[in-house]
T-cell receptor, first 117, second 114 residues
Framework: DAGVIQSPRHEVTEMGQEVTLRCKPI?????LFWYRQTMMRGLELLIY????????DSGMPEDRFSAKMPNASFSTLKIQPSEPRDSAVYFC???????????????FGPGTRLTVL | AQSVTQLGSHVSVSEGALVLLRCNYS??????LFWYVQYPNQGLQLLLK??????LVKGINGFEAEFKKSETSFHLTKPSAHMSDAAEYFC????????????FGTGTQLKVEL
């Protein structure tokens, strides 16, 4: 299995630009999570999906952030417009449903390091 | 609501010494508990998990953790630290009936010195 795939691995953009982060979960996993990690705030859950449906987006910082999961194998996290305070590492993770042996385990991607100038 | 508290944001040990990273949890129902490790510039990787089977859980790289309900603790230990253990370690809790959402602690940075 290829694991969770995230692209790009690094993104440098200027303030005000739109940024789109992409994630391909592990095949067969029906939960998908987006996290943000910074030195100041640590690891924060932004939003998660179950069977492509957003379940909890209470961690999304503001309306500039949006996430979609159009199908079971792809999700995007979009920031529009981006600001310097959005600079962070963004992780995607996927998880199989509780009917499988790996109950509640999350498998993380390598992350996207975003720098907004 | 569930939560975890990791005592000590930085822990330093000598190579060959015992590693002890502390985690206490709060949960209204029997929890699932996890330890993840994050090496520099990488994502989080599962070390071990407790899911109400054996209270002493063995994980990868020689780590183990013991679930103690009376102390609401799930401390991570390794008998002998190796330089390659230097990383950040996260404790996490999940509710048995709460979907697959994890609540993470703030992390403990482990430094291993010669």
């Amino acid at each position: 299995d290829a694991g969770v795939i995230q692209s790009p691995r690094h993104e440098v953009t200027e303030m005000g630009q739109e940024v789109t982060l992409r994630c391909k979960p592990i095949s067969g996993h029906d939960y998908l999570f987006w996290y943000r990690q910074t030195m100041m705030r640590g690891l924060e859950l932004l939003i998660y999906f179950n069977n492509n449906v957003p379940i909890d987006d209470s961690g999304m910082p503001e309306d500039r952030f949006s996430a979609k999961m159009p199908n079971a194998s792809f999700s995007t996290l979009k920031i529009q417009p981006s600001e310097p305070r959005d600079s962070a590492v963004y992780f995607c993770a996927s998880s199989p449903s509780r009917t499988r042996t790996r109950q509640n385990e999350q498998f993380f991607g390598p992350g996207t390091r975003l720098t907004v100038l | 609501a569930q939560s975890v508290t990791q005592l000590g944001s930085h822990v330093s040990v000598s190579e060959g010494a015992l590693v002890l990273l502390r985690c206490n949890y709060s949960s209204s129902v029997p929890p699932y508990l996890f330890w993840y490790v994050q090496y520099p510039n990488q994502g989080l990787q599962l070390l071990l998990k407790y899911t109400s089977a054996a209270t002493l859980v063995k994980g990868i790289n020689g780590f183990e953790a013991e679930f103690k309900k009376s102390e609401t603790s799930f401390h991570l230990t390794k008998p002998s630290a190796h330089m390659s253990d230097a990383a950040e370690y996260f404790c996490a809790v999940s509710l048995t009936g709460g979907g697959n959402k994890l609540t993470f602690g703030t992390g403990t940075q482990l430094k291993v010195e010669l």
